[in-house]
């Protein structure tokens, strides 16, 4: 179903033998304004889950020569997520946001990679707006409890016993002064979304939650705990920063990974629109209907870690493991509906699950290079790919093959 075949790119590990290194999410900036610097953790072992006083370095690679420059150490990572870490959208060359634990609570931590210079924000951060001024806030501790690989494992939820509590929910955080205000509870959620469930009563978190393009509204997904032998079901929910104009996009079933097109649009694999009964598939969603474009089931067959380029023609995606154990890493052309296989490696089968090693793929800032982490060559580390030759052919081709 490909149109060409692959010979023009080629995978080149950033990262040296004396660790594990790994950067984390997919939709994160891991690569500064310039692309010269790009950042990651380096941790001592990759096989088991991080205990409370586990540290990770982190730090950047310097693009020039691939030398690793540490800043700081964390004991609020997970190997899904990492520590948050990711460039100060104001500042994309010099500061970086990450998580950390003071000694008593979990932070945000603001911190200059080349004075040093650091503050501590009011909460952890989950997410920043593209503009810089704003991060939200979920509870970490309750994600420890939900799905270890994306929270942190040192302290224990305030409001365990509590299914949906009025003081929880999403934090906003003001970047410049580090205060933050609870926006939306975890009971407006469930006030919101509870006729699903009939006379049941179910504990809530939020799993993830990303602004939109320019920081005016949130996406987020809502799932409950599941009981013994059953799956959670995911709710994507939307909201103006403020809290204001809550709405539910998709009701409690099935959904994934996402991505912000722009402002209204969102790239999500999911159960698609409230009436469709394609199946799941990669849909775009518009925000505040229930309006639902297939973009190419032919092509994505399965659920993957999403992100459009830069500049909007492109889409990189990954795989889960197939059979043989091998990952597969994809870039595909909206304007012709044309994928190509990037590349597939190897994923160590012991290291599953919660500490399993995805390989989030990441564009850079122009759009002409991407990240992934991978264990193919028996340890986590981080590399790079030039697309400049492959997109150029890939934009030639007038009709997918199919």
Known sequence: MLAIKNELVK???????????????????????????????KVDFMDRLPYAAD??????????DHAFHPVAETTAWNFQQGSMLQWHPAF????????????????????????????????????????GTYAVSINFDRMFDFRPGYGYAGREDL?????????????????????SRLVVSLQQIWDFTKSRFG??????LINHITFNTDGSRLVFLVRYFPEPGEMWGTAIMTVNRDGSDLFLLSDYSYASHYHWRDRVNIVFHSRGAESSDAGDQLYVLKDLTHEAE?????????????????DRQFMLYDSYPDTDGYRHLYLYFLENKCGVTLG????????????????HPRWNRAGTHISFDSTHEGRRHVYAMDLRKVMEQMSLVRECER
């Not at 297939?294 to 830069?310: A, E, V």
């Not at 597939?344 to 390989?359: A, H, Q, T």
Request: with cysteine.
């Open 11 to 41: 995978a080149e590990r950033l990262t040296q033998e004396d660790a594990h290194y790994f950067f984390g999410y997919y939709d994160t900036p891991a690569w500064s304004l310039s692309d010269r610097y790009h950042l990651c953790h």
């Open 92 to 131: 994309p060359e010099e500061e970086i946001i990450y998580n950390s634990w003071n000694g008593e609570t979990y932070r945000g931590t603001v911190q200059n990679i080349h004075t040093g210079a650091s503050r501590q924000l009011e909460l952890p951060v989950a997410n920043v707006d593209p503009t």
């Open 344 to 359: 597939s490696y190897y994923s160590l089968p012991d290291i599953e699950g919660d500490i399993r090693c995805d390989l």
């Open 199 to 204: 006379d049941q009563d179910k504990k809530l």
């Open 159 to 179: 409001f365990k016993e509590v299914p949906h509590s009025t003081d929880d929910g999403i934090f906003l955080i003001d970047l410049a002064t580090g205060e």
């Open 55 to 64: 540290s990770a370095t982190v730090g950047y690679i310097d693009m020039l």
């Open 294 to 310: 297939m973009i190419d089931s032919t092509f994505f067959l399965r659920d993957g870690h999403c992100s459009y380029s830069p």
